[in-house]
């Protein structure tokens, strides 16, 4: 593998880079991996998040400093970030970063259900945003997911861990799932990806834009996934393709077109990477208490005394939390209400990303959405899910629908009293603004309101929106003075293969107060379309048209909007077989005079078609009632006197009118013992499914607790090969002296010793913990043994000279043992042969 790149000034960020590591079981290996790699000059600061248990000290910074050629410190409290440093979080904290230091706090979930690498990463892309690097590692669970999804969706870096090297693959396979990582490496090649990176354009400049190249692009985009994104500002369009070109290292957006050809998958990152999806729960609190303050109470109130819900729009919905919160906003609002002044509520939330539609009708969230929301609407709206985090309440759910839309192409929703449609359109360029403001006008009631983002106005029409709360952006549907132009209808379909010439709009000879065009729409639909609804392959309605109260009521019980429920019972059997094979032969099927009652004078004509076209619509199916005017039925001639019905035909019928309503009360009798059979399923399902819970609750709290550990058992490991490798050391050391040592503890037994004493005391491996009055000795030194206790006592040296039985003399000298605490945990005795020394003192006498 080639060594990382080292950066020469022109590589280096021009403004602070922050890179924040997640790992947990498994994960000081890859740590050390990805720091020794690290340049010391990389000019990036890195912050590691690691799972540790809470009730004791860390080893962790200590053991990255081996292989870290950069400082490595605890991180503490309000500590500046500074460049070519690493921070690691201390044990039973939180790290988190705000205005350019750190911030570690205590954590507010209880141990088993904290998630401290997603609040890691969620802070870098919130206070670095394209400068923040998010990179996860070997660990159990999915902590830091949706971090890194954060960081994605601000413009910043991801990276996952191959799994295959993962000692633990959850979390990096659960990111990469999410589809939130841009590179997946291995720990010790990812430095020199990040740098590589970070070498690119700066993040507050904008990049050289290939126009050329960024319509190849966009055709291909349009060819593979049949949206068009030529109308988006091509400043973010080229600011987003430039850090996929930097992601892969390539020299050019043109090189990066040729690499999209031959890589549908590199397509569908690029599409989701255009696709900004930045939402959260609540998100600016002002503008939600402007809403359940003043907007909701008014349109409530309105729609109470006309009938009928209230329906909202939320375009651009991405997984569906400002959706939820509007449906929670509307609750709230409604609870403080009188019961006659109450309404429904009808959420359409729609988005082009068909994963985030996927995600969001889920309704599942990791627990990080805890803060978004409250300990007090978590309870409320949220239960807790048995794998970690939170799902919506089925109640909330029931009340949104979502569907993916192409709000640039596709038809609105329409008879709209609330639009959401904020930082949506601040990606468009000004000619898509300005073709869509008139449509969201057509799309609403007159009274409507439209809610905007922050940096987002409805440009210079003020006859459509009138400001009604200038600093949260809400507009007013305005319902007087002339329109700018027509409203142009999207419509989802394949571009034409020569130009298609339109009629050109004349000008109106009298100047009309209004826009008569959706008004006569409006009213055309409202006085001759036939009452009709749009229904799914299980019968579910999806859309109403007119009035549909003769036809379909809602059942009694929970609310439940399925077309097999809400017919009326004469229509039920043959509407069903109807629907069935309608859908299943794409075809369109007449029913006629059917009754609307047992009685028969009310008849009624359906229609069944099969929706083929648009494309988004297939597979769905539209049901039309039409009225069969009284003079229509069937008249009966009158009976001549001559002609007098047949005795046995008349019993005959009788005989089968009375078989079928036996049939049709047993039919009832059954569906009735089934709802009951199904009540108590559902009663015991929920009560293993509250079983469940509990369950999976204590397997989270057990694997938080076998993460710690395992972090745990790796620095101990760890240091147990350093004190392995110290011992080696030491013993390498004292044999190397060639001086015969002798280890015992307080009681005197013998606890370690060198070679060299087998010349001096006959010790084996097996005498290890024996006293030493029990060994074989050639020393003259009665009192070796007395000496020791001495020396415990009073902690003094003492050095004799002894001779031995074999005519040797040692130096002996004896010790106390002291511990780095200063403890004394024995005695050191060394002997130090002197024999030479005595011989020579000897000769030197007699001499």
């Not at 990463?121 to 830091?144: E, H, N, T, W």
């Amino acid at each position: 593998m080639a060594d990382a790149p080292s950066l020469s000034p022109s590589h280096k960020p021009r403004d602070l880079g922050v890179v924040g590591l997640g790992a947990s079981a498994g994960g000081l290996e890859p740590l050390e991996q990805f720091l020794a790699a690290v340049p010391a000059d990389s000019g990036l600061a890195y912050l590691v998040v690691q799972h540790l248990d809470p009730t004791r000290e860390t080893l962790l910074h200590e053991l990255l400093a081996r292989a870290c050629p950069m400082p490595v410190l605890l991180a503490v409290d309000g500590q500046r970030i500074e460049a070519d440093t690493v921070y690691v979080i201390p044990p039973d904290a939180e790290l988190t970063v705000n205005a350019g230091a750190l911030r570690v706090a205590r954590p507010a979930e209880p141990r088993g259900h904290r998630w401290p690498i997603d609040a890691l990463l969620r802070s870098l892309a919130q206070a670095f945003g394209a400068r923040a690097v998010g990179v996860v590692l070997s660990g159990m669970g999915s902590d830091g997911a949706q971090g890194l999804q954060a960081i994605q969706a601000q413009g910043g870096l991801t990276l996952a861990q191959t799994p295959e090297s993962a000692s633990f693959d959850a979390m990096p396979k659960s990111a990469i799932a999410t589809g939130g990582v841009d590179i997946v490496a291995l720990p010790a090649e990812m430095p020199a990806r990040i740098v590589a990176a970070a070498g690119g354009p700066a993040p507050g400049g904008e990049p050289v834009a290939d126009h050329a190249a960024l319509r190849r692009i966009l055709a291909l985009l349009r060819e593979h996934t049949r949206h068009d994104l030529t109308q988006y500002k091509s400043n973010t369009l080229t600011r987003r393709v430039a850090r996929r070109v930097a992601v892969h290292g390539l020299a050019s957006m043109a090189a990066y077109a040729e690499f999209l050809r031959a890589n549908a998958q590199e397509l569908d990152l690029l599409f989701k990477e255009l696709l900004i999806g930045v939402t959260a729960f609540f998100r600016d609190p002002e503008v939600w208490q402007v809403l359940q303050q003043r907007v909701l109470p008014e349109l409530i109130a309105r729609q109470a005394a006309q009938g009928g819900p209230l329906r909202a729009w939320v375009a651009g919905c991405s997984t569906g939390e400002e959706a939820y919160t509007l449906a929670m906003a509307f609750t709230e609002v409604v609870e403080t209400l009188p019961a006659d002044a109450r309404c429904e509520l009808q959420v359409f939330a729609t988005d082009l990303n068909a994963d985030a539609i996927a995600a969001a009708r889920t309704g599942c969230y990791p627990a990080t959405v805890a803060r978004d929301l409250g300990p007090q609407r978590l309870a409320r709206f949220f239960a807790e899910r048995a794998g970690g985090g939170y799902r919506v309440d089925q109640r909330l759910r029931d009340r949104v629908l979502f569907a993916q839309h192409d709000l640039t192409q596709d038809p609105p929703f329409t008879r709209l009293d609330l639009v959401s449609c904020r930082n949506l359109l601040i990606y468009f360029d000004a000619a898509l603004q300005k073709r869509l403001i008139p449509l969201l006008h057509f799309a609403m009631r007159p009274g409507g309101v439209l809610l905007l983002g922050s940096s987002e106005t409805v440009g210079r029409v003020p006859a459509l929106f009138r400001p009604l709360e200038p600093k949260s952006r809400l507009y007013r549907r305005g319902d007087n003075g002339s329109s700018p132009g027509p409203v142009v209808f999207p419509t989802a379909r394949r571009p034409a293969a020569r130009a298609t010439s339109w009629e050109t709009t004349l000008p109106p000879l009298d100047a009309s107060p209004a826009n008569l065009q959706p008004l006569a729409d409006q009213l055309l639909l409202q006085t001759f379309a036939p009452p009709a609804v749009l229904v799914n392959e299980a019968g579910d309605i999806l859309y109403i048209s007119g009035r549909t109260g003769r036809y379909l009521e809602p059942a009694a019980g929970k609310a439940n909007w399925n077309v097999h429920v809400m017919a009326q019972p004469s229509l039920r059997t043959e509407l069903g077989v109807a629907l069935r094979q309608a859908l299943q032969a794409k075809t369109t099927l007449e029913l006629r005079g059917l009754p609307l009652d047992d009685e028969g004078v009310a008849l009624v004509d359906v229609t069944v078609q099969a929706v083929l076209r648009p494309k988004s619509l297939e597979g769905l199916a539209m049901i039309v009632f039409r009225d069969v005017p009284s003079a229509t039925p069937r008249r009966r001639r009158r009976a001549r006197p001559s002609e007098t019905p047949d005795p046995a035909v008349a019993e005959e019928l009788l005989r089968s009118r009375q078989e079928m309503q036996a049939l049709r009360h047993a039919m009832r009798v059954s569906q009735e013992e089934l709802q009951a059979a199904n009540e108590e399923l559902q009663s015991t399902n929920e009560e293993l499914q509250a079983a469940n819970e509990e369950l999976m609750t204590s397997k989270e709290e057990a694997q938080s607790m076998i993460e710690e550990l395992q972090t745990i058992n790796g620095e101990l490991q760890s240091k147990l090969d350093d004190l392995a490798l110290a011992q080696s050391d030491m013993q390498n050391l004292l044999n190397s002296t060639d001086i015969a040592t002798l280890f015992l503890d307080n009681d005197g037994n013998v606890r370690r010793y060198t070679e060299q004493i087998a010349r001096v005391i006959h010790l084996r491996e097996s005498d290890i913990g024996r006293p030493l009055s029990e060994l074989a000795s050639t020393l003259l030194y009665p009192e070796l043994h007395a000496d020791v206790k001495e020396t415990l006592r009073t902690l003094a040296f003492s050095e004799k000279q002894i001779a031995t039985r074999d005519g040797h003399w040692y130096n002996v000298r004896i010790m106390p043992y002291r511990t780095l605490a200063n403890v004394i945990q024995g005695v050191v005795i060394t002997f130090v042969d002197i024999t030479v020394a005595k011989e020579l003192e000897a000769r030197l006498r007699k001499a």
